[in-house]
């Protein structure tokens, strides 16, 4: 039994170690920060046990304390194979890792520090800004906003050493006075760096009088001293982007949701991770399935109508020569790509994807074919009828196997209140519609974004009329047509 204090970097999940991404794949337990990218959970064990323990000064009754936290450590450290404390930055570097170690030492739980890049660091570097320059800068000195002494201040103001001010941003109208009581001139230049390695990165230069009636939202670092001057890179990287400024929710299940993050990332979009749904196998998945497996000489077809049915159904199908002779249909590009990926080629995939299209697609193979074979349908517990009844009204014979089930996934209150600003809200199903509703609710529905028009359908049903739909049930088609038609470029 081990805890892992683990550093997850500066914010973007590229930037954590190659340890610390092999640990999160096989952590039993996670206690994560309140200001982890949600793509970092993509990473994790579907069975991890995920605990926010993230500190927030605006809701008190949210906040756990740090003995709250090392208890937590403990007790997990004590029950699980492999606990994961997932930290910003790096554990050590104010991070409180070491109080965390401390705790875990006393109470005899066997520990290990994964480093991480801290901001402290990252943030200059992505701004173009180095520490220490020939000439300009031997040294550096990395510093807390919450607590500055004025002995030390004054020292380093004496060595032209450069100052990094971490979490400041609550206090940098003191932090301003103090550096110029130490000795530094109100003209002294501060870089500001502002949600470093994330696509909402933001870096400035003013000058050390202005830094208190200066706007900044946290997290920011402050970098003090002539290197600010310094810049070799573009201030806003992705203000080209076509949904720069923009904030997304991705609503879809968390181990489903990296493809569309990615994609909205990329086009600038900062992005929430607010899964509503969670998909379960059948408690009788084996007893479900398996009698089908056993009798499938009575099957023609097999419909797939998501790349959960598929991944469910395949949990069973140990050889994919047992499906010789049965033709494999699937609804839409992605649940295609994922019969693929098991070694199948699909007989038929419907130009259009969805039930009407499938329909109209059998419709003209009806009288064509043997109607002696039966058609088998894997599917969700709450899938509707209307594809079955409309193959049974063309004269098809069919049976359902209730393959998964989808269920609502809470969100946590924090959560709840980002995506409550957010500009757009993406829907992949009629699940994450209606999960959705009945967490958040319409009114917070600026604009909502379908994947297809059976999840159109669901954000109709409750009165929504400002949507977009995307030409083809895909991603890139979703992404693309927030940035052609809601977000174009200029």
């Not at 008190?60 to 029950?79: A, F, M, T, W």
């Not at 909205?264 to 479900?288: C, E, H, R």
């Amino acid at each position: 039994m081990t805890v892992y204090l683990v550093g997850a970097g500066p914010g973007n999940p590229d930037f954590l170690t190659y340890r610390a991404i092999t640990l999160l794949a096989q952590a039993d337990v996670i206690l994560h920060d309140r200001l982890i990218d949600g793509r970092v959970f993509d990473l994790c064990a579907s069975k991890a046990i995920l605990v926010d323990v993230g500190k927030t000064r605006k809701t008190v009754s949210e906040v756990i304390e740090q003995d709250k936290i090392n208890s937590l450590l403990v007790d997990y450290g004590q029950k699980y194979k492999t606990v994961v404390r997932l930290k910003g930055g790096d554990p050590f570097i104010f991070g409180r890792g070491g109080e965390e170690a401390i705790a875990l030492e006393r109470a005899q739980v066997d520990f290990e520090v994964v480093p991480g890049i801290s901001s402290a660091l990252a943030a200059p570097l992505l701004a173009g800004i180095p520490l220490t320059h020939r000439g300009t800068s031997r040294g550096v000195a990395i510093l807390t906003g919450h607590e500055l002494d004025n002995e030390v201040l004054e020292n380093l103001v004496k060595t032209k050493m450069t100052m990094v001010i971490m979490m400041g941003v609550a206090n940098r109208q003191l932090i301003a006075e103090k550096l110029q009581e130490a000795g530094l001139s109100g003209d002294c230049k501060v870089a500001i760096c502002q949600n470093s390695s994330t696509v909402s990165e933001d870096n400035r230069v003013i000058s050390l009088a202005d830094l208190g009636k200066t706007d900044v939202e946290s997290p920011a670092v402050f970098v003090i001293g002539e290197v600010a001057e310094l810049s070799f890179k573009r201030k806003v990287p992705n203000k080209d982007k076509p949904l720069h400024g923009k904030t997304v929710v991705v609503t879809r299940g968390r181990h489903q949701s990296v493809e569309l993050g990615d994609l909205l990332q990329d086009k600038g979009a900062k992005v929430i991770f607010a899964p509503t749904i969670t998909i379960m196998p059948s408690d009788d998945l084996y007893s479900n399935i398996n009698f089908y497996l056993d009798n499938l000489s009575r099957y023609g077809w097999i419909i797939f109508t998501s790349s959960n049915t598929v991944d469910s159904f395949f949990q069973l199908v140990q050889d994919a020569r047992v499906l010789h002779g049965v033709k494999i249909v699937a609804i839409g590009s992605e649940t295609a790509n994922k019969i693929r990926s098991k070694g199948i080629i699909p007989d038929l995939i419907p130009s259009a994807s969805s039930t009407t299209g499938l329909l109209d697609e059998f419709k003209t193979i009806a009288g064509k074919v043997s109607m002696d074979k039966k058609i088998l349908i894997p599917r969700s517990a709450i899938a509707k009828n209307k594809l079955s009844q409309g193959l049974e009204s063309l004269g098809f014979q069919v049976d359902t196997v209730e393959a998964y089930h989808t269920l609502d996934q809470p969100l946590v209150y924090q959560t709840i209140e980002q995506v409550k600003k957010a500009d757009v809200v993406t829907f992949t199903s009629p699940s994450t519609v209606h999960s959705f509703m009945r967490q958040v609710g319409k009114n917070h529905v600026k604009l909502a974004a379908s994947i297809g028009r059976e999840t159109t359908l669901a954000i109709e049903s409750y009165d929504i009329t400002n949507y977009v739909q995307a030409n083809k049930p895909t991603m890139n088609d979703l992404v693309d047509v927030l940035c052609k038609k809601i977000f174009p470029l200029e």
